[in-house]
């Protein structure tokens, strides 16, 4: 069984950065495919970036391309999500999912791939 645990959600303002951490346990990260959704007041959970297992190659939802930047560190046994230029339209719970299949870059994108997901953590941006 794995379980995520996510942090580093808060209250930023526009234009400011955060960076949330999904702590993994059960398996090791390098073993996941890992990604991280959010969900808006309102709006259902939607795609925000991805990394599979093995790989480095990285894919992202077209409204953080260039500003988000998804990533792990296998020693930690953790995933990463850097966020900058952070906007109100960012504001949303996020969630950190995985795993343990090597998801191609659609199926990455679906909330019905991952079998295991974090609690979510709060981001708000005020403007």
């Known amino acids: 069984q794995v379980q995520l645990v996510e942090s580093g959600g808060g209250l930023v303002q526009a234009g400011g950065s955060l960076r949330l951490s999904c702590a993994a346990s059960?398996?090791?990260?390098?073993?996941?495919?890992m990604a991280w959704f959010r969900q808006g007041p309102g709006k259902e959970r939607e795609f925000v970036a991805s990394?599979?297992?093995?790989?480095?190659?990285?894919s992202y939802t077209d409204s953080v391309k260039g500003r988000f930047t998804i990533s792990r560190d296998n020693a930690k046994n953790t995933g990463y999500l850097q966020m900058n230029s952070l906007n109100s339209e960012d504001t949303a719970v996020y969630y950190c999912?995985?795993?343990?299949?090597?998801?191609?870059?659609?199926?990455?994108?679906?909330?019905?791939?991952?079998?295991?997901w974090g609690q979510g953590t709060q981001v708000t941006v005020s403007s």
């Open positions: 059960g398996r090791t990260v390098s073993g996941l495919s």
């Open positions: 990394i599979p297992w093995g790989s480095v190659r990285t």
């Open positions: 999912a995985a795993d343990r299949r090597l998801l191609g870059p659609s199926l990455s994108t679906i909330v019905a791939s991952y079998a295991y």
